[in-house]
């Protein structure tokens, strides 16, 4: 029963995804690989959203099960609908990803994204039968706070009073996402638990390792791809973010997937990937604080890069069209800003202190923070940089040594990365807690949640440089097509 209930837990988010693409215009044939990661993000993220409405107008939780099954069904019809539409419609094959590279390459590839889910599974399997969720920030953050909901029914005055108590629950302030998918375990089980809830965040990791898959190969030739691919499944911070109920595994899927989107927008003027790239906005906004700035910073990205380009004509229409798409992820944000005001929860690094306000911080600690901050960004961009087998120096080393070939290298990507250190750097500056301790606490979860990206860049790097010295010089990336800005290149024409 145990067993049943949990495919339950894990296989109706992904159907409601898998209906929410159809409804977007996305299909399977679009990208095979990316497809299941998406639909896992677009799934989880409408029933966290779901889940939060119901609980707003006090309905049992117990019976939130009974309705998301509903709208499974209807997202079932809504797939079946598209399938069939699909069938009976003139064939205009879409891009095909492991369409590219031989044979035998293409199979490597497939193997080797079937080898890195098992061993996210079997990590996932490890952590949960080694222990449960009972100590560090897994269960006095995330677990806590799901527990305060379902415990008190709701979000309403008893969970407000279950969460006063500073030493139960951290980081009050925090995004749902994460709390309502444990909530959503919970609801299924009739009780809280204290490790079943691990497996709807676990899920996140292996809908990454899909994300990132389809990203790689839509870059790059299947071969490189693999390689890559394999970097991030063995990375240290994501073996040790699939093991635990923390957000950031979130936060790296929602900012990978909408990166990745919001490039395969530019490329094409596709609607359906701005629509679905608004929705990993959301999904992003609302996982953490910092998916919330990163957010932000895609977005104020992508805003300058089309202001820089002015678009006329079609596409300018489609983008201001489009911008309607962007209330869903403004919408959530302030949602969860709403709700923070109503419970009174304050964010610990923005709010007033003894100090004096955050910005009056940045300017008194500036000084003495900065050096703590760049030793602790060689500790581990260098010294340690084993542990995300050298991507981030690596990626520096590369723009330094190729600035004109590789300068406007996947532009949107690099700017949103680019925009959100020196927002991270204002944070390290302004903080009220020891610089040190933070530091500690933190620079890890901020290195894995820019990874995957950062890794998709220096992937798209070296297969441009293979290309320009003859390796590979035939692959073309699976995106180009006539009439597109891209032909074969990581980034656009001069002049395009």
């Known amino acids: 029963m145990g067993a049943l209930t949990l495919l339950l837990v894990l296989a109706t988010p992904w159907v409601i995804g898998c209906g929410a693409l159809s409804a977007l215009g996305v299909r399977f044939a679009h990208d095979r690989f990316a497809y299941a990661g998406w639909a896992w993000l677009a799934g989880s993220l409408i029933t ?7 609980l707003l107008f006090g309905l049992p939780i117990d019976a939130f099960p009974s309705a998301a099954r509903v709208l499974a069904a209807a997202a079932i019809l809504l797939f079946a609908r598209s ?16 369409g ?5 390459e293409r199979l490597l590839f497939l193997a080797v994204v079937a080898a890195c889910l098992a061993l996210t599974v079997d990590r996932a399997v490890r952590a949960n039968a080694a222990e449960v969720v009972l100590l560090g920030d897994e269960a006095r953050i995330w677990a806590g706070k799901a527990k305060a909901i379902h415990v008190s029914g709701g979000l309403n005055e008893r969970f407000a009073k279950l969460m006063e108590p500073e ?10 996402l994460n709390p309502l ?4 375990t919970f609801a299924h089980f009739g009780r809280v638990t204290d490790v079943e809830n691990r497996w709807v965040i676990q899920a996140c990791v292996a809908a990454l390792i899909l994300a990132a898959a389809g990203a790689l190969l839509r870059l790059a030739r299947p071969l490189l791809a693999a390689l890559f691919l394999v970097l991030l499944a063995t990375s240290q911070q994501l073996r ?18 909408a990166l990745d989107l919001l490039a395969r927008f530019e490329e094409d003027g596709e609607r359906r990937w701005w629509r679905l790239a608004a929705l990993a906005l959301a999904y992003l906004a609302w996982s953490k604080n910092e998916g919330m700035a990163l957010a932000l910073a895609a977005a104020v990205a992508l805003f300058t890069l089309r202001l820089g380009r002015r678009p006329r004509g079609e596409r300018a229409l489609l983008f201001a069209g489009g911008a309607l798409a962007l209330l869903l992820p403004v919408g959530v944000i302030a949602l969860h800003l709403s709700l923070n005001a109503r419970f009174g929860f304050a964010n610990d690094i923005t709010a007033s202190s ?3 306000t955050f910005f009056a911080r940045v300017v008194a600690q500036a000084g003495a923070h900065l050096g703590a901050v760049c030793a602790f960004a060689y500790e581990y961009g260098v010294r340690r940089a084993g542990e995300t087998h050298l991507m981030f120096p690596l990626a520096l080393a590369l723009l330094l040594l190729f600035p004109r070939r590789l300068g406007r290298l996947l532009p949107l990507l690099t700017l949103a990365c680019g925009l959100a250190l020196p927002g991270f750097l204002l944070v ?16 890890q979860r901020i290195l894995f949640q820019l990874l995957p990206v950062v890794l998709l860049w220096v992937a798209a790097a070296t297969q441009e440089l293979a290309a320009a010295a003859g390796f590979g010089a035939s692959w073309r990336a699976p995106t180009a097509r006539p009439g597109s800005r891209r032909t074969g290149s990581c980034f656009p024409r001069a002049g395009a």
């Open 83 to 98: 399938w069939l539409r699909a069938r009976h419609a003139p064939q205009r094959a879409p891009a095909r990803p492991e």
């Open 181 to 184: 998918l444990q909530v959503w």
């Open 100 to 104: 590219r590279g031989g044979r035998l």
């Open 48 to 54: 966290a959203l779901f889940l939060c409405g119901w």
């Open 167 to 176: 030493e139960i629950v951290l980081h009050k302030d925090y995004p749902l």
């Open 428 to 443: 390290y500056l302004g903080t009220p807690h020891d610089i040190e301790w933070h530091l500690y606490w933190s620079i």
């Open 240 to 257: 040790v973010s699939t093991g635990l109920v923390e957000a950031d595994g979130l936060v790296a899927l929602g900012l990978l997937a």
């Open 354 to 356: 003894a100090a004096g």
